[in-house]
């Protein structure tokens, strides 16, 4: 069982920046695409960020490209999201995930991940 912890989450002000650090337990880490979600109260689970293993690639939502940046160090088991000008809009929880499915491209529907991190709360104030 692959398991994943964040770090890293707080409070920041609007334009203010954080970094986000996800640490996994197994050294299989490093065959799989990984994700960054957010969910903000009452709201659905979202997709943020995902890089695939080898971390040549990385692809991002509309809403955070520009401003966010997701990279990994495979020797460390960790990814990272660096989070820069960000906005009251991210106020979330920001979860890590696992795509085991290894196709071409990482996974956005949150379903689709197989492992999960217990999140980190970003709070960003105005």
């Known amino acids: 069982q692959l398991e994943l912890v964040e770090s890293g989450g707080g409070l920041v002000q609007a334009g203010g920046s954080l970094r986000l650090s996800c640490v996994a337990s197994?050294?299989?880490?490093?065959?799989?695409?990984m994700g960054w979600f957010r969910q903000a109260p009452g709201g659905e689970r979202e997709f943020v960020a995902a890089i695939r293993w080898s971390g040549i690639s990385t692809y991002y939502a509309d809403s955070v490209k520009g401003r966010f940046t997701a990279s990994r160090d495979n020797a460390k088991n960790t990814v990272y999201l660096q989070m820069d000008s960000l906005k009251p809009e991210d106020t979330a929880v920001y979860y890590c995930?696992?795509?085991?499915?290894?196709?071409?491209?990482?996974?956005?529907?949150?379903?689709?991940?197989?492992?999960w991190g217990q999140g980190t709360q970003v709070t960003v104030t105005s």
């Open positions: 995930a696992v795509d085991i499915s290894m196709k071409a491209i990482p996974a956005r529907l949150p379903s689709l991940y197989t492992y």
């Open positions: 197994e050294r299989t880490f490093s065959n799989y695409d």
